[in-house]
Structures are given as structure tokens and as C-alpha cells.
């Protein structure tokens, strides 16, 4: 079955150390997101792709970034980790045009100390 | 700025009662996904609609274009029903999705 998978599951970091997320997805979708979700803010869009080599940044994309090498992935890179970067981290995939619901992995608790 | 709002924000039902969650969107949002999160838990999508009624078991969700309203409803409520509702808009100008703030829903036995 066609899944999409986050590793890993729980991060604990220290702040200043460069963290990557992975993301990997097996429904061959175009579009890939990345969403962190905090208490009082709900879903908010970090980085997405509509496709290889393509990259976008979201509402909150400092501090963060993405690269899209093949459909499958998208990982997310924390430069140097702050502790306001604590959260947990949701990565989704939709097809392109046409079919727009969105896939959601099982979510990245980070914590940045 | 286009946005979803969402209604009520908590909800604290008996088992077995009719719910209702309510979804407001504005202009520029072409269809509706609603999702559910336990706590603690991922985040599992429920329905994407752009017209008309969709069910699956107890869920059924509509959605009124011209109103700019979309509800979910859950018949015969269960315990195992406890979680986070989310409405989200879909934006066809970018395949994004502008999020409610989710309604939190206890099903108590």
C-alpha cells in the first residue's frame, strides 16, 4: 500500500546543531508540504514543492529549508536549531491538479534544548 | 485574506448524541477537507468535498457553496469519536490549504 513515512518519530536536539527531517512518500505525488503544529497557532505551512527540483517557502520558513531531488522526498533541514523551533513537524503529499486531498505523515516531535 | 473559521471550538457531547461541527469559508477556497487528530496522534484526512454530501460510516459531511458553509456531522456518537476536527479550504490558485483552528470534541461514555 502507498504510504507516506517521517522519520524520525522523536528528535531531541541541542540549539546551534543542524537537524534534518525526512520525508518520504510512496503515493508518487507532485506536491509535498511541510507543516509544523504548535499549541495556539494550529497547522502552519513551512516549505512545499509542486514537483523535482521545484521549492517554495510558507508562512514560516525562516530558519528552515527544503530540497526536492526525486518525487519521492522532501526533507526539511533546521540550519541551526533554535528552541522556538520546538514542535511537532507533519509532512503531506497531494497529487497535482485534479486531486487535492492531502496525506499526512505521522508527525516529527522535535526538541530543541 | 481568505480564511475558515470554525465552530464550536470545544465540544463535550453524551455518547450516542448527534454532533454537529460547523465550517465558515470566504472567497478563493474551491473545496473543503476535513480532517481528524487524536491526541497525540497523526492527522487523518476524512473527506475533501466541493459540493453536495459525502458519508463514510457515522461521518457525513456537507457543503453548501452559495452559504460558504460546510458542516460535519457524527451519528450515534461513540467515546472512540474524542479528537481534534479540522476543516481546512483548498486553494486552487496553489494546492494549498487555509486551516480552521479545529473544534475538540469529547464523547463522554
Known amino acids: 500500500d502507498a504510504e507516506i513515512t517521517q522519520s524520525p518519530r522523536h528528535k531531541i536536539t541541542e540549539t546551534g546543531r543542524q537537524v534534518t527531517l525526512a520525508c518520504h512518500q510512496t503515493?508518487?505525488?507532485?506536491?509535498m508540504f511541510w507543516y509544523r503544529q504548535d499549541l495556539g497557532h494550529g497547522l502552519r505551512l513551512i516549505h512545499y514543492?509542486?514537483?523535482?527540483?521545484?521549492?517554495n517557502k510558507g508562512e514560516v520558513s525562516d530558519g528552515y529549508s527544503v530540497s526536492r531531488s526525486n518525487t519521492e522526498d522532501l526533507p526539511l533541514t533546521l540550519e541551526s536549531a533554535a528552541s522556538s523551533q520546538t514542535s511537532v513537524y507533519f509532512c503531506a503529499s497531494s497529487e497535482s491538479a485534479g486531486s487535492n486531498e492531502q496525506f499526512f505523515g505521522p508527525g516529527t516531535r522535535l526538541t530543541v534544548l | 485574506k481568505n480564511e475558515v473559521e470554525q465552530s464550536p471550538q470545544n465540544l463535550t457531547a453524551q455518547e450516542g448524541e448527534f454532533i454537529t461541527i460547523n465550517c465558515s469559508y470566504s472567497?478563493?477556497?474551491?473545496?473543503l477537507h476535513w480532517l481528524q487528530q487524536h491526541p497525540g496522534g497523526g492527522i487523518v484526512s476524512l473527506f475533501m468535498?466541493?459540493?453536495?454530501?459525502k458519508k463514510h460510516g457515522r461521518l457525513i459531511a456537507t457543503i453548501n457553496i452559495q452559504e460558504k458553509h460546510s458542516s460535519l456531522h457524527i451519528t450515534a456518537s461513540h467515546p472512540r469519536d474524542s479528537a481534534v476536527y479540522i476543516c481546512a479550504g483548498y486553494m486552487d490558485s496553489n494546492y494549498q490549504l487555509i486551516w480552521g483552528a479545529g473544534t475538540k470534541l469529547i464523547i463522554k461514555p
Open positions: 514543492s509542486y514537483g523535482v527540483q521545484d521549492t
Open positions: 503515493w508518487n505525488h507532485n506536491n
Open positions: 468535498l466541493s459540493s453536495g454530501k
Open positions: 472567497v478563493g477556497i474551491s473545496a
